[in-house]
């Protein structure tokens, strides 16, 4: 468990960093100034996402022949390496109103959809099929989402900017190759 939680908690954190859900961290931060619905928010919507994620990793970890699923695994690590020499980019900043929803409803509901189809989603499908370990990747990667959001919030857009966010998304790249090399590779 506690590979595949270190792993995991590492390479989403670092897979956040510049990703478009960070960036909705920063905008809600700045939009609301108040961190805790923010966090609170952001945790709840990580925690239920990468669970259905995990679980989908795990199905398919699962049915999956072994060398079906080493190379539909290496094949994915690799991808989502090439994905994450792609920074992210907000659109235009958008106005949101809390109205009955509140803070916390907002960030819950803008962040899960945000989320759905993101690299990190994907990276903790990948991750549980991987180490058939659920909770380890489903807390890891829960983990590294708030490492890498809650100094964003706090922090305000001050944080993002002095970030080397290419060499970051560099090291996440190589981390993404290496897992895709070592499934091929059997290792």
Do not use: C
């Not at 670092?14 to 905008?27: C, F, N, P, R, W």
Request: charged share 15%; glycine share 10%.
């Amino acid at each position: 468990m506690i590979t595949a939680f270190l792993i995991s908690t590492g390479t989403v954190a670092l897979a956040e960093i510049g990703d478009k859900t960070q960036l909705l961290s920063l905008v809600l931060a700045a939009r609301y100034r108040k961190p805790w619905p923010i966090i609170l928010g952001v945790l709840a919507a990580t925690l239920v996402n990468h669970t259905l994620a995990g679980a989908l990793g795990a199905w398919l970890g699962a049915r999956l022949t072994p060398e079906l699923m080493r190379w539909a695994l290496a094949i994915s690590f690799i991808g989502m390496s090439v994905w994450m020499l792609v920074p992210d980019k907000l659109g235009p900043q958008k106005e949101y109103k809390a109205g009955k929803l509140g803070i916390f409803g907002i960030t819950l509901i803008a962040f899960f959809i945000a989320e759905i189809g993101d690299k990190t989603q994907l990276a903790t499908i990948a991750l549980a099929a991987r180490f058939h370990d659920f909770w380890g990747v489903v807390l890891g990667t829960t983990v590294g989402m708030m490492l890498a959001n809650v100094p964003a919030i706090l922090l305000g857009d001050r944080f993002a900017h002095r970030l080397p966010q290419r060499w970051v998304h560099a090291i996440a790249a190589g981390i993404f190759g290496v897992l895709g090399v070592m499934a091929m590779l059997k290792i």
